[in-house]
């Protein structure tokens, strides 16, 4: 049985060959899972599916984190605006 790993790797390479990568026609996913199904040791489309469906998800969880770093990073930002040594309204330049 293949790791979701070696699946998601076999998918990139045999989807590589589609002419829109990020949007691949409904004859390049079927060519793509064909070809993976046909290595040894026996994938399953149901094996292709649950790979790409954890590695969704795991991208997901991915944008979440950068978007909740994010949302606090702009609040640090903006409670500092204004509040930087010797700028109005920010503490007074020390020596």
Same mark, same amino acid.
Do not use: F, Y
């Given at each position: 049985?293949?790791?979701? /790993?070696?699946?998601? *790797?076999?998918? $990139? %390479?045999?989807?590589? !060959?589609?002419?829109?990568? =990020? /949007?691949?026609? /409904? $004859? %390049?996913? /079927?060519? &793509?899972?064909? &070809? +993976?199904?046909?290595?040894?040791? @026996? !994938?399953?489309? $149901?094996?292709?599916? @649950? ?5 969704? =998800? %795991?991208? *997901?969880? %991915? !944008?979440?984190?950068? $978007?909740?770093?994010?949302? +606090?990073?702009?609040?640090? !930002? *903006?409670?500092? =605006? @204004? ?10 330049? *020390?020596?």
């Amino acid at each position: 049985m293949a790791s979701r /790993d070696e699946i998601l *790797k076999a998918w $990139d %390479e045999a989807i590589a !060959v589609a002419q829109n990568r =990020e /949007d691949p026609s /409904d $004859d %390049e996913m /079927d060519a &793509a899972t064909a &070809a +993976i199904c046909a290595k040894p040791p @026996g !994938v399953t489309r $149901d094996d292709i599916t @649950g790979a790409l469906r954890s590695s969704v =998800e %795991e991208l *997901k969880g %991915e !944008v979440a984190s950068a $978007d909740r770093a994010l949302r +606090i990073l702009e609040a640090m !930002v *903006k409670e500092r =605006e @204004g509040k930087l040594p010797g700028l109005p309204g920010g503490p007074p330049l *020390k020596h």
